[in-house]
C-alpha cells in the first residue's frame, strides 16, 4: 500500500534519514521501531506531507504522493505530542475537527468508549495527560479511515484506557485496515503488530515479522530480541 524508496532527510547538518526503503503491507499493522531520534516520526511526518524528504519517493497504491495529497483523506493520524488549544472544551474540539475534515464519523460511540462523556464541558487545560491522550485517540480515529497512523498511542493511558485501545485496534484489524504503529512499548508492539521495521542510524536494519526477528536475533523474548539488534550494532 506505502512504499518508501531512498528517503533522505536532514535539518541542517543532521541527516537523520540516509536512504529508507520500505514497504507498509495493505491489511497488516507495521510497528516502526528504534532509539529515540532514529527518525521514525519524520519518516511518519514526510508520508503526510508536514515535511518534505530531501531525496526519494513515496507511493501510496502504486502511485507517487508527488503534488497530490489527496490519499491523505484515507488516512487517521494519532501524532505523538498533541497540541490541543488549552482554553476550549473537549466537545469544542471534537466539533472542531469534524468541521475541518467534514466527513462521516464515529466520535460518539468512541466517546462513549474511552467513557469521556462526564468530560465533554471541561477544559482541554484541566485534564490529565492520560484523558488528552484518549481525546487524542478519539479526534485521531473517528473518521473510521482504511489506513491508521498512530504515533506513540500508549502515551499516558492507565492500564484499562490501554487494552481499551488493543481491543479497538483489533476491532480495526479485523475489518482489514492499514495501521501503521510507533511505540516503546514493546510489549504493546508484540500483541498487536504483523510485521516490525527497525531502524538505526536513517536506515531500515530490520524488516520482517516478529518471528523471523527471534530467529534471527536467537532470542525467544521480544524485548531481548530488540535489545539484541541494538547491542551488535553499537557493538
Do not use: C
Request: no cysteine; net charge neutral; hydrophobic share 40%.
Amino acid at each position: 500500500m506505502v512504499e518508501f524508496k531512498n528517503i533522505h532527510k536532514k535539518f541542517n547538518k543532521n541527516k537523520v534519514l540516509t536512504g529508507i526503503d520500505l514497504s507498509i503491507q495493505k491489511g497488516k499493522t507495521t510497528a516502526i521501531l528504534g532509539p529515540n531520534g532514529s527518525g521514525k516520526t519524520t519518516l511518519i511526518k514526510i508520508l503526510l506531507g508536514m515535511t518534505l524528504a530531501n531525496q526519494g519517493e513515496i507511493l501510496v497504491d502504486d502511485k507517487s504522493i508527488k503534488n497530490d495529497w489527496s490519499y491523505r483523506q484515507e488516512i487517521d493520524y494519532l501524532p505523538q505530542i498533541a497540541n490541543f488549544p488549552e482554553n476550549i472544551k473537549v466537545k469544542e474540539i471534537v466539533s472542531m475537527i469534524k468541521d475541518f475534515r467534514n466527513q462521516t464519523t464515529r466520535d460518539k460511540e468512541l466517546i462513549a468508549y474511552f467513557e469521556l462523556e462526564p468530560y465533554l464541558n471541561t477544559k482541554l487545560s484541566h485534564l490529565s495527560g492520560g484523558f488528552k491522550q484518549k481525546v487524542n485517540i478519539v479526534l485521531s480515529l473517528m473518521f473510521d479511515s482504511p489506513f491508521i497512523i498512530l504515533d506513540e498511542p500508549t502515551s499516558g493511558l492507565d492500564p484499562v484506557s490501554l487494552i481499551k485501545l488493543k481491543e479497538l485496534l483489533k476491532k480495526e484489524q479485523e475489518k482489514g485496515k492499514t495501521i501503521l504503529i510507533t511505540s516503546h512499548i514493546m510489549s504493546f508492539v508484540e500483541e498487536v503488530s504483523d510485521h516490525i521495521a527497525f531502524i538505526l542510524d536513517g536506515k531500515v536494519f530490520f524488516d520482517g515479522s516478529i518471528k523471523e526477528l527471534k530467529s534471527t536475533t536467537d532470542e525467544t523474548n521480544f524485548e531481548y530480541a530488540i535489545a539484541n539488534l541494538l547491542n551488535n550494532n553499537n557493538a
